[in-house]
């Protein structure tokens, strides 16, 4: 069972580029949500979905987008992307309530 | 506002010493409180969820309690291994499905 699959594993990105997240579960999870990570900061919420066309922003959502067309998939969207995105990039499923299943997750530098 | 404040930051133990960790939340109405390990270059794991002042749940050397304001992970007689960041999270009534994160112990124990 793969669980929640994040890719990609790292990338660079430039100061005004965009680019997707991906992360897809085959848990059959309604809750999906992502999360960053920075050193001394916890992890923070971005945006979350409950069900496949519902999505809703968490703690820090600007700079970020995100969609829910199927119940796998919850892509993270970065527009015109800044140094403040610099992070580790988690995305989490669960069913209902209950705990988190992360996938490995992304690290993002932008310079 | 919900919060979640963990310590201490950071623990040093040598192997067998047994000590704990603590996690304090302010919630309005609390739904359930989570404990997580997550390794270095890994995505957080469950280890225990509490939903009720007294109880208790062990798992090996670790042991989680819960109060009205705090819960404690207990490490008894710790080894190497053991040696990981402990997450805790807590999940509120009323905040569609949203878990608050601490920052997280890091611990590290020395042969």
């Known amino acids: 069972n793969a669980g929640v699959t994040q890719t990609p594993k790292f990338h660079i990105l430039k100061i005004g580029q965009s680019m997707t997240l991906q992360c897809t579960q085959d848990?059959?999870?309604?809750?999906m949500y992502w999360y960053r990570q920075d050193p001394g900061m916890g992890l923070k919420l971005i945006y979350y979905s409950v069900g496949a066309g519902i999505t809703d922003k968490g703690e820090v959502p600007n700079g970020y987008n995100v969609s829910r067309s199927t119940t796998e998939d919850f892509p993270l969207r970065l527009e015109l992307a800044a140094p403040s995105q610099t992070s580790v990039y988690f995305c989490?499923?669960?069913?209902?309530?209950?705990?988190?299943?992360f996938g490995e997750g992304s690290r993002l530098t932008v310079l | 506002e919900d919060q979640v404040t963990q310590s201490p930051e950071a623990l040093r133990l040598q192997e067998g010493e047994s000590s704990s960790l603590n996690c304090s939340y302010t919630?309005?109405?609390?739904?359930?409180l989570f404990w997580y390990r997550q390794d270095p270059g890994k995505g957080p794991e469950f280890l225990f969820t509490?939903?009720?002042a007294g109880e208790e749940k062990e798992k090996e050397r670790l042991k989680a309690t819960l109060t009205k304001k705090e819960s404690f992970l207990h490490i008894t007689a710790p080894k190497p291994e053991d040696s990981a960041t402990y997450l805790c999270a807590v999940q509120a009534r009323g905040t569609g499905n949203q878990f608050y994160f601490g920052t997280g112990t890091s611990l590290t124990v020395i042969p």
């Open positions: 848990m059959n999870h309604n809750y």
């Open positions: 919630v309005s109405g609390l739904r359930g």
């Open positions: 509490l939903y009720s």
């Open positions: 989490a499923s669960t069913q209902v309530t209950g705990e988190l299943f």
